[in-house]
């Protein structure tokens, strides 16, 4: 029989968390959201209503149906809040300690039946599964930012993730409006695999003066149909984000071509993240402005 995911808990409400947490309520799921405090959360509300009402603005959602989105949300800062959840979704920064402590709690907390998923973008799921009593009902649901905007998931299942699991969750993300893809435990899984070498090549091209950052990004824009160029793009990724993923895939790999770019380290300790943090490879008013500089 297949599962019904109707409680989804979401751990972690960052950019990812919130968009995830949109998407399921503004398709009927209830919602419990968890992060570590009240600053955090409320980081996350406004991630959510930033977002909503932009839809609503654009036409895309009628202001009743954004309130009934925001109310199948309830927020905690303990994950004791997901007992009750048939699916939690976890998507806490990229580090592995981090994520085995959540599901090592998560085991405890929840049913023996609730399937648990991250939305890890390079961090090996058989790893983060051997942390629970469950390893067969662990999957990766990785999506993609702008979570509203895109379509796909990748849906990760290891060696030991049961069949049935996989079948719902794929099922789950049809129902959700979004496009599945499945795929065995590797780094990078197959887009970031794929987009983070080109990203990385653009880093160096730039970096050795090769073009300018406006020729590189209008190049593969204009002369490619990208909707954003590279460097455009490793700032709406974020730069430290960009560069966790490309160390894991070349320390998996020991491709060169996964070997993260000099300049993208001496950025990040420079505090240059990308939009979040304001500037990146272009200077930006807020996450959402065009660019600035
Ligand atoms: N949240 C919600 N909606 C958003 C949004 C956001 N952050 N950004 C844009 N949108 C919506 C807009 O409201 C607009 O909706 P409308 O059609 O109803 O008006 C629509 O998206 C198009 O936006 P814009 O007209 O402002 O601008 P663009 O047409 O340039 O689209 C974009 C913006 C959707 C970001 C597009 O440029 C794009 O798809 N870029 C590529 C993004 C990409 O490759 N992401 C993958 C990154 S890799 C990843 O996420 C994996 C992870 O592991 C790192």
Same mark, same amino acid.
């Given at each position: 029989m297949t599962r019904q995911f109707n409680t989804v808990g979401i751990v972690g409400l960052g950019t990812m968390g919130a968009g995830i947490a949109e998407v399921l309520a503004r398709t009927g799921v209830t919602v419990v959201a968890v992060d570590v405090d009240e600053t955090a959360l409320d980081r996350g509300r406004g991630?959510?209503?930033?977002?909503?009402?932009?839809? $609503? /603005?654009?036409g895309k959602l009628s202001s009743a149906d954004r309130?009934?989105?925001?109310?199948?949300i309830s927020y905690a800062t303990s994950l004791d809040a997901l007992a009750g959840a048939d699916l939690v979704i976890e998507a806490v920064p990229e580090r592995i300690e981090l994520k085995a402590e959540v599901f090592a709690e998560l085991d405890r907390i929840c049913g023996p *039946? =609730?399937?648990? /998923?991250?939305?890890?973008?390079s961090l090996s799921i058989t790893e983060i599964g051997v942390h629970t009593g469950r390893p067969g009902k662990v999957v990766g649901m990785h999506f993609f930012n702008p979570t509203p905007v895109l379509k796909l998931v990748e849906v990760i299942?290891?060696? $030991?993730?049961?069949?049935?699991?996989? =079948?719902? $969750?794929?099922?789950?993300?049809?129902?959700l409006g979004k496009t599945p893809v499945v795929i065995g435990d590797r780094a990078g899984?197959?887009?970031n695999a794929l987009l983070f070498g080109y990203l990385n090549h653009a880093v160096?091209?730039?970096?050795?003066?090769? /073009?300018?950052?406006? *020729?590189?990004?209008?190049?593969?824009?204009?002369?490619?149909?990208y909707p954003m160029g590279p460097l455009a793009l490793l700032d709406l990724i974020g730069l430290d984000t960009a560069y966790e993923i490309l160390d894991t895939m070349y320390h998996q790999s020991r491709n060169r071509l996964h070997a993260p770019a000099p300049l993208l380290k001496q950025?990040?300790?420079?505090?240059?993240?990308?939009?979040?943090?304001?500037?990146?490879?272009?200077?930006?008013?807020?996450? *959402?402005?065009p660019v600035v500089v």
């Open positions: 991630h959510l209503t930033h977002s909503t009402d932009r839809a $609503v /603005a654009g309130d009934a989105t925001l109310a199948r *039946d =609730t399937v648990f /998923a991250s939305n890890t973008s299942r290891t060696v $030991v993730t049961e069949p049935d699991v996989v =079948t719902d $969750v794929v099922a789950f993300v049809e129902g899984f197959i887009a160096r091209m730039y970096e050795s003066r090769y /073009a300018t950052r406006e *020729d590189l990004d209008a190049a593969m824009r204009y002369g490619c149909g950025m990040i300790t420079a505090g240059l993240l990308g939009r979040k943090s304001g500037r990146g490879f272009y200077t930006y008013d807020g996450p *959402d402005s």
